[in-house]
């Protein structure tokens, strides 16, 4: 009794066809070679492009050799390939349950698009890759161990982003791009929120205002840092004073942070902060110095936590939705997918204004 064919469904044709090539692959249908391009073409009513695109898929995940003026090569047997979904992978310097919980929303909103589509989302941890100034043999070991369709990268360093332009590997970046670097990438307006920041401080009539955000900075940062300096300048005019303050991410480094500027002669009266989890930092301490909030001084969160409104007094921040920021990603991995390519660099999202009562 012969099999049935294997025929591609017409829902997402890149995608489907790539399936049915699998499958095709899986139970033996072909030996050693696929059919000629004519031939699959015809079969499955589906034109060259579309099926050129599918077999890119497949080369990528090294079940397919393509030559120059030869016949595409089948690299592993039969029973070896398994009929798999497309396999999408989340580089990650921490577990998911070390995550904050806007990032684990996110992540679960683009795993459940991705598995609507037949696609797996696939969590890896690269702590070697993250830590280090060459992270090249930490990423060559992690992508081929755990090969991809395309890659998600989160809290990539500068090193981490250039070594994935240079290799060529499909991949997204959560965040925003170092400057140079050319990947498709989706982000908060991190510039817009903090030159939106500042022109909010300074109505309130604060003139002396600090940044204080982490040593170890991302692509985020660096626009943060260029968003704050021009609200600055918008504002030169009303006298305005604006210093940006650097720690290490610990908690005793935040706290000296703040015991310098509050020990400072010209003390600001307002300070900005970025990570909810630093922010809360800032407000425990403030609080245990008898620093009145926002009496004796405003504090404004750059990023968002729901705990942050079980602070007393509520913490002002700026918010993103996470379904619309998880959409965002997806839409540039399915181009990566179906067109191996994403004409989109540099994607902002911009957060809204969470108004409370700490500013």
């Known amino acids: 009794?012969?099999?049935?064919?294997?025929?591609?469904?017409?829902?997402?044709?890149?995608?489907?066809?790539?399936?049915?090539?699998?499958?095709?692959?899986?139970s033996g249908q072909w030996k050693g070679h696929l059919p000629g391009e004519r031939v699959l073409c015809n079969q499955w009513q589906v034109s060259r492009p579309t099926l050129r695109?599918?077999?890119e898929l497949l080369k990528r995940e090294l079940l397919l050799e393509v030559g120059q003026g030869r016949r595409t090569r089948i690299l592993m047997q039969a029973e070896a390939?398994?009929?798999?979904?497309?396999?999408?992978?989340?580089?990650?310097?921490?577990s998911l349950e070390?995550?904050?919980?806007?990032?684990?929303?996110?992540?679960?909103?683009?795993?459940?698009?991705?598995?609507?589509?037949?696609?797996?989302?696939?969590?890896?941890?690269?702590?070697?890759?993250?830590?280090?100034?060459?992270?090249?043999?930490?990423?060559?070991?992690?992508?081929?161990?755990?090969?991809a369709t395309v890659w998600v990268l989160y809290q990539a360093t500068e090193a981490m982003q250039r070594w994935f332009e240079e290799s060529g590997l499909p991949c997204v970046v959560v965040g925003s791009t170092f400057p140079g670097v050319t990947l498709p990438s989706v982000d908060r307006d991190y510039r817009a929120s903090c030159r939106h920041a500042v022109g909010t401080l300074v109505q309130r009539g604060h003139r002396r205002i600090a940044?204080?955000?982490q040593e170890n900075r991302?692509?985020?940062?660096?626009?943060?840092?260029?968003?704050?300096?021009?609200?600055?300048?918008a504002?030169?005019?009303?006298?305005?004073?604006?210093?940006?303050?650097?720690?290490?991410?610990?908690?005793?480094?935040?706290?000296?942070?703040?015991?310098?500027l509050l020990a400072g002669r010209a003390r600001p009266t307002a300070l900005l902060v970025a990570r909810s989890g630093y922010a809360l930092t800032v407000h425990t301490h403030l609080l245990r110095r008898g620093v009145r909030i926002p009496q004796d001084m405003a504090v404004l969160c750059r990023d968002d936590d729901a705990f942050l409104d079980w602070v007393v007094p509520r913490?002002?921040?700026?918010?993103?939705?996470?379904?619309?920021?998880?959409?965002?990603i997806y839409h540039l991995v399915i181009k990566l997918v179906e067109e191996g390519r994403a004409k989109e660099t540099g994607v902002k999202v911009v957060p809204a204004f969470l108004g409370r009562e700490s500013v």
């Open 53 to 55: 695109a599918a077999v």
């Open 1 to 26: 009794m012969s099999a049935t064919p294997v025929r591609p469904a017409k829902t997402s044709l890149i995608v489907e066809t790539a399936k049915a090539l699998r499958l095709g692959i899986a």
């Open 235 to 260: 504002a030169v005019r009303r006298e305005i004073a604006g210093e940006i303050v650097h720690h290490n991410g610990a908690v005793d480094g935040i706290c000296t942070s703040l015991d310098i």
């Open 81 to 94: 390939v398994a009929a798999r979904p497309l396999t999408v992978g989340l580089l990650s310097p921490e």
């Open 315 to 328: 913490m002002t921040r700026y918010a993103v939705s996470p379904v619309a920021f998880a959409k965002r």
């Open 211 to 213: 940044f204080l955000l």
């Open 218 to 233: 991302f692509g985020g940062d660096l626009e943060s840092e260029a968003g704050f300096r021009e609200g600055v300048a």
């Open 98 to 147: 070390s995550l904050p919980p806007t990032v684990m929303h996110w992540v679960d909103e683009l795993r459940s698009h991705l598995a609507a589509s037949g696609q797996l989302l696939k969590v890896t941890v690269g702590k070697g890759g993250f830590g280090k100034k060459s992270p090249v043999q930490a990423l060559e070991v992690i992508t081929s161990g755990s090969p």
